[in-house]
């Protein structure tokens, strides 16, 4: 909205590894139905931040910061990026309302994290993974709901 402030930098789910991963692990995208100008609020990014396996950006990285950069894009635009890349929503500083539309997308297998464990992974492929991969599924193994939740 005309006038919101900065929100605060951050990770998408990184908080919930105790590393975070090289992987890609989520990607995460932005939907344009509106411009995204300098001036309406667009989403800031800190170019290559995922790299730094940080849970949070370092304090020194404002959103004013020269490392922050905004995303500007036309209606109909679409941004993707890694789950762990630093961003946020920049002021909006115009007489404009900035419209956006965010989905992520993971894995099916990891399917049981992002909805907070509340998705089954199927302990086949579970077993078949790399131990790194496996550490990134901390939800329930089952084949059937029933087997994991009460009825």
Same mark, same amino acid.
């Given at each position: ?18 590393? &975070?991963?090289?992987?890609? +692990?989520?990607?995460? %995208? ?6 995204? %100008? ?5 989403? *800031? ?14 304090? !020194?990285? @404002?959103?004013?910061?020269? $490392?922050?950069?905004? &995303? @500007?894009?036309? @209606? *109909?635009?679409?941004?993707? +990026?890694? *789950? ?5 929503? /920049? @002021? ?5 309302? /900035?419209?956006? $539309? ?13 909805? #907070?464990?509340?998705?089954? $992974? +199927?302990?086949?492929? #579970?077993?078949?993974?790399? !131990? !790194? ?6 939800? /329930?193994?089952?084949? #059937?709901?029933?087997? &994991?939740?009460?009825?």
């Amino acid at each position: 909205m005309p006038g919101a402030p900065y929100q605060g930098r951050h990770a998408d789910s990184a908080g919930e590894f105790s590393t &975070v991963p090289d992987v890609p +692990w989520r990607i995460n %995208t932005i939907w344009m139905p509106t411009n995204f %100008t300098e001036q309406n609020g667009p989403t *800031g990014v800190v170019l290559m931040g995922h790299r730094s396996r940080r849970k949070q950006p370092p304090p !020194e990285i @404002a959103p004013q910061s020269p $490392l922050s950069k905004p &995303v @500007a894009g036309e @209606a *109909g635009s679409v941004m993707m +990026w890694h *789950g762990g890349l630093f961003h946020m929503a /920049r @002021a909006n500083t115009s007489a404009q309302i /900035r419209v956006r $539309l965010n989905t992520a997308c993971y894995p099916r297998w990891f399917n049981n994290w992002p909805e #907070y464990g509340h998705q089954l $992974l +199927w302990p086949e492929p #579970y077993e078949h993974m790399l !131990e !790194e991969m496996q550490r990134l599924c901390p939800g /329930r193994l089952g084949r #059937y709901r029933d087997e &994991v939740y009460e009825k």
